[in-house]
């Protein structure tokens, strides 16, 4: 993966962020939203990155020996989740090219590696961000559902990719039951267009498209919407169909062609996830 460049300041025509906040705002974040709204919840007024501060240093002891020093060495680290039943490992630029774009635009203190962690293994609980993407089948072991579950109940963050960008394909049908089957039917509610995700750090009137769908790469339906389960007034689970994962997947040098940074959403949806 190639290291993480920075630049002198945005280039002409680029939207400017209205707002440069660091991982250590405690302002409690936005509690707007729609979805699943019980849980094992959390304290009034402590953020998501309170909350997962407080589960590395309590599982360090015993899971993860060195996850306090890395919590303390770094603000956000970008965790692929590898699950057992189908292609975990797809877009595999796409995490170079987001880390550089909060390298330019934030604050943060980022970690310039990928990590891959295996759903099943207890040391994914302490990621303040999980990215899930691929094309076939979701179906997790018992494991990984138990992972899964209590990590985004407990103010985790996790954002889903389509890389079909398929409503009927086999990665949307499959996760999509397996949500249901673990959050309820009423699960994956769709956002509202003034969802604070929108608004996080840069300003979009909603999810922006990508290519794909104006292409006409898979369903052939440019998707208006995003979905997400919600706990306890936050969004813990962003779910796309829209193949963002594909979308920010090139090579670095070519993003100089591009008349818009496209990973500016992918900026959006780590400071909320940093900051609710």
Request: net charge positive; charged share 25%; with cysteine.
């Amino acid at each position: 993966m190639p290291g993480l460049r920075r630049h002198p300041g945005p280039v002409p025509g680029q939207t400017v962020p209205h707002a440069r906040r660091p991982m250590s705002v405690r302002n409690g974040g936005p509690r707007n939203g729609s979805g699943v709204t019980t849980g094992m919840g959390r304290a009034p007024g402590l953020t998501r990155h309170d909350v997962l501060r407080g589960m590395i240093f309590a599982l360090a002891s015993t899971l993860v020996p060195r996850a306090a020093a890395a919590a303390g060495a770094y603000d956000f680290w970008f965790t692929r989740l590898r699950y057992d039943s189908g292609d975990w490992d797809v877009d595999q630029r796409m995490p170079s090219n987001l880390l550089t774009s909060l390298v330019d635009y934030t604050n943060l203190r980022i970690d310039p590696k990928e990590r891959v962690v295996a759903l099943a293994d207890p040391k994914m609980l302490t990621a303040p961000f999980c990215y899930m993407a691929g094309h076939r089948l979701v179906e997790f072991n018992a494991a990984e559902r138990r992972n899964f579950e209590r990590y985004v109940r407990s103010g985790g963050f996790v954002f889903v990719d389509d890389c079909n960008h398929d409503i009927d394909g086999l990665f949307a049908q499959s996760f999509e039951r397996q949500m249901r089957a673990i959050f309820g039917p009423k699960a994956l509610a769709k956002l509202p267009p003034k969802h604070p995700i929108f608004t996080s750090f840069f300003k979009f009137d909603g999810p922006p498209n990508t290519g794909f769908e104006l292409n006409g790469w898979g369903d052939d339906l440019v998707h208006e919407y995003l979905r997400g389960i919600t706990i306890d007034g936050r969004l813990n689970l962003l779910y796309s169909n829209k193949d963002y994962g594909c979308e920010w997947d090139y090579d670095w040098r070519n993003k100089r062609f591009l008349a818009q940074d496209n990973t500016k959403f992918g900026v959006n949806i780590v400071m909320y996830a940093l900051n609710s």
